[in-house]
């Protein structure tokens, strides 16, 4: 087999010179994608609510819809990732979903009556739904060494963090100048259309890169999809990833939901509940940018993936037992454990034990049995144990915590069997 390699005339910085401009058209690449899109999700997710009240719906109804669209979500992210995959078109997957949800966030704006609102909530989450996992397979397939050692992933998805904490912002700020909600519908429509338009500025990194056993055809057969699904669930690594991932993401539901009404109760102050919920993000923000790699080189992804499951431990515990303001501020910043360390842990196995060619299926199959299912459980009980047993709803989030220990140092040894020792992306 020969060799290709630069003429022996080359400067030798001509090598490096070129890898440099093509990790810095790479990394802005990558940047505006997740960017735009981030920043288009912080301005909506606040409003959506306050948009479906404007346009009729009661509080009750608001709640069904919501849960509505959970459940089309969690139909729609595997399909996107199957048909990316078989047809080797995740980027044109992904140009269509964000066109869809631009225009179907429009839709709000005319849509009268419950049966309405239903259909469009559903349409609207089924084109959302994969718009998370899809752009981080794109990311993580261009981040993965032994492809192309563009950037590290953390990078665009801190990015994409301070994004989205900027859509808040820009949101909030639109509301107060319009007098009305639906501002926000207008603005995601554009700032969404506009990143349907950056993934086909992304460089390619999938299908060109990938070695001759991850080349698979494309297939449209039913037995073809029942393969794919179980080429994935046949993977022990992914396996556990899926259970130890699911354990510790689902137990920011309660959190989520009732974290703010439980601090209200106890007299803490709007402007201080903020503060605490800025210090989560800006958590997050930090693992992904400054010290996830870190984390990942010292520990391994199995290694980080306990780490964060004892981090929720100590978190929900100390949540569950006191709200004392100066314990509520040491505890946030284990956000950046809980949710960050570990959403990089997880986007590290996925790189290393999943062939390429699945790469967009094992993303969406992660969102949606990994987090989505276990999340949505856990939200639909979450309204039950607050409402009977307030903050002490937080020790079942610790118990799921620590049951996801013990699956994290199974994972480890799995991904020893399987040769995935490196763990950087």
């Given at each position: 087999?020969?060799?290709?390699?630069?003429?022996?005339s080359?400067?030798?910085?001509?090598?490096?010179?070129?890898?440099?401009?093509?990790?810095?058209?790479?990394?802005?690449?990558?940047?505006?994608?997740?960017?735009?899109?981030?920043?288009?999700?912080?301005?909506l997710?606040p409003?959506?609510?306050?948009?479906?009240?404007?346009?009729?719906?009661?509080?009750?109804?608001?709640?069904?819809?919501?849960?509505?669209?959970?459940v089309?979500?969690?139909?729609?992210?595997?399909?996107?990732?199957?048909?990316?995959?078989?047809?080797?078109?995740?980027?044109?997957?992904?140009?269509?979903?964000?066109?869809?949800a631009?225009?179907?966030?429009?839709?709000?704006?005319?849509?009268?009556?419950a049966?309405?609102?239903?259909?469009?909530?559903?349409?609207?989450?089924?084109?959302?739904?994969?718009?998370?996992?899809?752009?981080?397979?794109?990311?993580?397939?261009a981040?993965?060494?032994?492809?192309?050692?563009?950037f590290?992933?953390?990078w665009?998805?801190?990015?994409?963090?301070?994004?989205?904490?900027?859509g808040?912002?820009?949101?909030?700020?639109?509301?107060?100048?319009?007098?009305?909600?639906?501002?926000?519908?207008?603005?995601?429509?554009?700032?969404?259309?506009?990143?349907?338009?950056?993934v086909?500025?992304?460089?390619?990194?999938?299908?060109?890169?990938?070695?001759?056993?991850?080349?698979?055809?494309?297939?449209?057969?039913?037995?073809?999809?029942?393969?794919?699904?179980?080429?994935?669930?046949?993977?022990?690594?992914?396996?556990?990833?899926?259970?130890?991932?699911?354990?510790?993401?689902?137990?920011?539901?309660?959190?989520?939901?009732?974290?703010?009404?439980?601090?209200?109760?106890?007299?803490?102050?709007?402007?201080?509940?903020?503060?605490?919920?800025?210090?989560?993000?800006?958590?997050?923000?930090?693992?992904?940018?400054?010290?996830?790699?870190?984390?990942?080189?010292?520990?391994?992804?199995?290694?980080?993936?306990?780490?964060?499951?004892?981090?929720?431990?100590?978190?929900?515990?100390?949540?569950?037992?006191?709200?004392?303001?100066?314990?509520?501020?040491?505890?946030q910043?284990?956000?950046?454990?809980?949710?960050?360390?570990?959403?990089?842990?997880?986007?590290?196995?996925?790189?290393?034990?999943?062939?390429?060619?699945?790469?967009?299926?094992?993303?969406?199959?992660?969102?949606?049995?990994?987090?989505?299912?276990?999340?949505?459980?856990?939200?639909?009980?979450?309204?039950?144990?607050?409402?009977?047993?307030?903050?002490?709803?937080?020790?079942?989030?610790?118990?799921?915590?620590?049951?996801?220990?013990?699956?994290?140092?199974?994972?480890?040894?799995?991904?020893?069997?399987?040769?995935?020792?490196?763990?950087?992306?």
């Amino acid at each position: 087999m020969q060799t290709k390699t630069a003429p022996s005339s080359a400067p030798a910085s001509a090598g490096s010179l070129y890898y440099i401009e093509q990790m810095t058209r790479h990394l802005a690449a990558y940047l505006l994608l997740y960017g735009a899109l981030y920043c288009g999700w912080g301005v909506l997710s606040p409003f959506l609510p306050a948009v479906l009240a404007w346009q009729g719906a009661s509080p009750g109804e608001i709640g069904l819809l919501l849960a509505a669209g959970m459940v089309a979500r969690l139909a729609s992210i595997p399909a996107a990732g199957l048909v990316a995959d078989r047809h080797n078109a995740t980027r044109q997957v992904l140009a269509g979903l964000l066109a869809a949800a631009a225009m179907l966030g429009i839709g709000f704006v005319f849509a009268q009556g419950a049966g309405a609102l239903l259909l469009v909530t559903i349409l609207h989450a089924m084109a959302t739904g994969p718009l998370g996992p899809l752009p981080d397979a794109l990311a993580v397939s261009a981040a993965r060494e032994g492809v192309r050692r563009s950037f590290d992933y953390g990078w665009v998805r801190g990015a994409g963090a301070l994004s989205f904490v900027a859509g808040n912002v820009l949101a909030g700020l639109a509301v107060t100048e319009a007098g009305f909600p639906h501002i926000v519908l207008w603005i995601n429509a554009g700032l969404f259309a506009v990143t349907a338009g950056v993934v086909f500025l992304l460089p390619h990194t999938d299908g060109g890169d990938r070695s001759p056993q991850d080349r698979a055809p494309a297939t449209a057969s039913g037995t073809a999809i029942v393969a794919r699904l179980g080429a994935l669930l046949g993977l022990p690594s992914f396996r556990w990833l899926l259970i130890a991932a699911g354990l510790i993401s689902c137990s920011h539901a309660f959190y989520a939901g009732f974290a703010t009404l439980r601090w209200q109760a106890a007299g803490i102050a709007p402007g201080t509940i903020g503060f605490l919920w800025a210090i989560a993000v800006g958590s997050e923000v930090l693992v992904f940018l400054v010290i996830g790699r870190r984390l990942l080189t010292l520990l391994g992804p199995a290694g980080v993936t306990a780490l964060a499951a004892g981090a929720g431990v100590l978190r929900w515990t100390i949540m569950a037992v006191t709200t004392w303001q100066p314990a509520m501020m040491l505890v946030q910043p284990l956000h950046g454990l809980t949710f960050a360390a570990q959403h990089l842990a997880a986007m590290a196995i996925i790189a290393r034990v999943v062939p390429s060619h699945l790469a967009a299926t094992a993303q969406t199959l992660y969102a949606a049995l990994g987090v989505g299912v276990l999340s949505a459980a856990v939200t639909l009980a979450s309204g039950a144990l607050y409402e009977r047993y307030g903050g002490q709803g937080f020790w079942p989030m610790a118990v799921l915590c620590a049951a996801a220990v013990p699956a994290a140092f199974v994972l480890r040894t799995g991904l020893r069997r399987h040769g995935a020792t490196n763990p950087s992306l």
